[in-house]
C-alpha cells in the first residue's frame, strides 16, 4: 500500500518523465555509434562483393566459363576471405570453395545471408556468410560472398549490450526514482504530520527542521514563521478580550450607577440634565476607549499596510507640532522642532501622526508647567529617528515595558485625565511599520524614540 | 431643508428623525435602499443621510446608482466601520462626507448644514466677509475693521473655513478634518487652544465678539445682526 502510494508522488513522477527522457537519448546515443560502426563494416563488406563480380562478369564476357572457372579456382584455393561458387542451372556445383550451393532461395542480384561449414585444422565449424548472387548469359549461376562470422558476433554483442544497457538504465532509473521521492515523500511526510497535530490543538508544536539547510528547511522555517505569527495575533486578540472584559466594566459600571442613582428619588429637571450629561460624557469616553483600542487591533494585524505610501517624516513632524505648539504655550511650554533634513519613508500618514500626537501629548500632560518639549527628526544611515523629549518626571526603567501594555497608568500620573492606551497605540504604529520604539531617560524627562526604516 | 434618511434601524432612525425635526427640518425617511431610491426619484432634497449597510440595497450602490441617474444631492455616510478605508470607499462612490458610528447629534446637524451650504453654487470667491472682518483669499490678509491681522498659515485656513461656514455650527472634528486633514480624535483638545488664539487676534480689542463658541458642540462665527 505505502509502495502503491509511492508511484502516486510527484516526485516519482518527475523522477520518471526524466528517466523517460535519459533513457531515449542514452538511446539514440548508442544507436548512432552501432550504424556507424557495425553498419560502416556491412557497407565495406558489400562493397568488395560488388566489385570482384564485377570482375568475374567481365572475366566471362571475355574468356567464357572455362576462364571463369580457371579463376574462381584461382582465387577459392587463395586462403583469402572470399567466398564462391559457380553452378549450372539446375544448381549443381562446377567450381568454388562451397562444397555446395547453400540452401537459400535467390533471385539474380539478390543479397542473400546464410550458413557454411568451414573446415580447418580438421575441425568443422558452422559459420555466416553474405553474398550476391548473379545469373550468368546461358543459365549458370555465380554467387559471390565473404566469411561475416566474427563481424555478426560483435554486430550480436552490440545488439545484447544495447538491449542490456537499456534494461539497466531503465531499471536503475527506477530505483533512483523510487529512492528520490521516498525521500521528498519522507520531508513532505513531516510536515504534514506536524501540521495535523497543529490542527488538531497542539498550538506549540513547530515544524522540526532537518539542518541541511535546503528548500524544505526554509519551507519550515516559513511555517513556523507564520505559526509563531498566528500566535501573537491570537494573544493580541486574547489580551484584548481581557482587557475589555476588565477595565471596559469600570466605565460602564459607573455609567449605569450614575443614572440608577439618579432614578432612585425624584430629582429636579437640573438633576436629571446633569445626570444625562454626565452620562453622555461617560459614553463618549468608552466610545473613545473602543476606537483606540480598535486602531489598536488594526494596526497590530497589519492589515493597515495596504494603506502605505511614501511619505516625508519632516512634514508629518512639522504639521503634528503646529498642531500642539498653542497647547504648550497655553502650559507655558516650549514646544521645539528639530527636523533639519527631510526623511522619506513607506507608512500611514495619519497612524504616523496620530502616534505622534500621542508621544507630544504625554510629554505635554506629564511635564510641569515651564517645561521643554523637544520633537526631533535625525537622519542616520538607513533609520529616520524620530524623538520626542521632555523635561518632566519621566518613567523610572523598570516601568518602561509595563506602560506600553493596554490601560497601564502610573500611579505618579493618575490625577492627568487619560485611559492609558496612547503608549500602546504607538507601540503598535511603530510594529506596523517595522519601526523600533524605546523609552528613555532625557535625565530629567522621558525621551521616546520611534527608528523607521528609509524608504530606499 | 428636505432630508432624506435612509436607515434600516428602527430605533436609530426614530431618534434622527425626531431629532432632526426638532431641529427644524422636514424629514422622509426610508427603510431599505430600495426605498430609499424611489424617493430620492420622486423628491428633490437638501440632503439625504445613507447609512452603508442597508437591506435590498446597499448605501454605496444606493448612491452610485442616485449618482448615474444625474442627482447630486449632497450624500452623508453613516457607518459601523470606521476605518479610513470605508471613508476612501463611501467618498469614491459618490458621498460628500462621511460620519463613523457612534457619532454625536450635534456633529451630524452641524455636517448636515455644512453640506447644505456646499450645495449652494459657489461663485469663485477673492474676498470673505463677516461683519467687519474681511479675508482676502489672493493676497492672503486678513483685516478688521480696516486694521491689519497677522496670520499663521494654519490661523488662515482655519479663519477660511469658519468664514466659509459663517452662521454655522463647526465641530472640532470637522476642522479638524478639514483644516488639518486629520481624521482622529486627539486626547486632548488642541482645537481649543486653536480657537482662543486666533480669537485673540481678530476679536481682542472689539466689542462685539465674532467667534462663539458653542456649548457642547463647537464654534460659529457670526456678525452681529
Ligand atoms: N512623557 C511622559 N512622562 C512621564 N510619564 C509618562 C510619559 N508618557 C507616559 N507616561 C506614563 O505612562 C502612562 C501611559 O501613557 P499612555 O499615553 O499610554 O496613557 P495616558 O497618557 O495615561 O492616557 P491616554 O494617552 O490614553 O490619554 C501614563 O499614564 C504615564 O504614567
Ligand atoms: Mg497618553
Known sequence: MRFLNLFRTTAFRLALVYLLLFAASAFALIAFIYWNTAGFMAAQTDETINAEILGLQEQYGQSGLPGLRQIIIERSSGGGSGLYILASSDFTRLAGNLSSWPDVPVADGDWVYFTYDRTSFGETERRSARARHFVLRGGFHLLVGRDVHERREIEGRIESALFWSAVITVGLGLIGGLAMSRNVTRRLDVINRTSRDIMGGDLARRMPLSGADDEFDELSDNLNGMLDQIERLMGGMTEVADNIAHDLRTPLNRLRSRLEVTLMKPATEQEYREALEGAITEADGLIATFNSLLLIARAETGEARENFEPLDLRVVVNDVAELYEPLAEAKRMTLKVAAPRPAEINGDRGLISQALANLIDNAIKYTPEGGAVTVSLKVAGEEAVLEVRDTGLGIPEAERDHVLRRFVRLEASRNEPGSGLGLSMVAAVGRLHDAEFSLGDAKPGLVATLRFKLKD | ?225
Open chain 2, 1 to 225: 431643508m428636505r432630508l432624506l434618511i435612509v436607515e434600516d434601524d428602527r430605533d436609530a432612525a426614530a431618534y434622527l428623525v425626531k431629532g432632526l425635526k426638532e431641529s427644524g427640518h422636514v424629514v422622509d425617511h426610508a427603510r431599505d435602499g430600495v426605498e430609499g431610491l424611489a424617493l430620492a426619484r420622486a423628491q428633490t432634497y437638501d440632503v439625504a443621510i445613507v447609512d452603508r449597510m442597508l437591506p435590498r440595497l446597499d448605501g454605496l450602490n444606493l448612491v452610485q446608482k442616485m449618482r448615474e441617474e444625474g442627482n447630486q444631492v449632497p450624500v452623508l455616510f453613516l457607518s459601523a466601520l470606521g476605518e479610513i478605508d470605508d471613508r476612501v470607499k463611501g467618498l469614491k462612490a459618490g458621498g460628500d462626507d462621511y460620519l463613523p458610528k457612534p457619532y454625536a447629534f450635534v456633529e451630524l446637524l452641524a455636517r448636515v448644514d455644512a453640506l447644505v451650504r456646499r450645495r449652494q453654487p459657489e461663485q469663485v470667491q477673492t474676498k470673505l466677509v463677516v461683519g467687519d472682518l474681511e479675508l482676502d483669499l489672493l493676497s492672503r490678509s486678513a483685516s478688521r475693521g480696516g486694521q491689519a491681522i497677522d496670520l499663521q498659515p494654519r490661523e488662515f485656513l482655519l479663519l477660511e473655513y469658519l468664514m466659509r461656514h459663517a452662521g454655522q455650527v463647526v465641530t472640532r472634528t470637522m476642522l479638524l478634518e478639514n483644516v488639518w486633514d486629520y481624521h482622529f480624535d486627539p486626547q486632548t483638545n488642541v482645537i481649543d487652544v486653536h480657537i482662543s488664539r486666533l480669537r485673540a487676534k481678530i476679536d481682542k480689542g472689539f466689542s462685539d465678539a465674532l467667534l462663539h463658541t458653542v456649548r457642547g458642540a463647537g464654534y460659529c462665527l457670526r456678525a452681529v445682526s
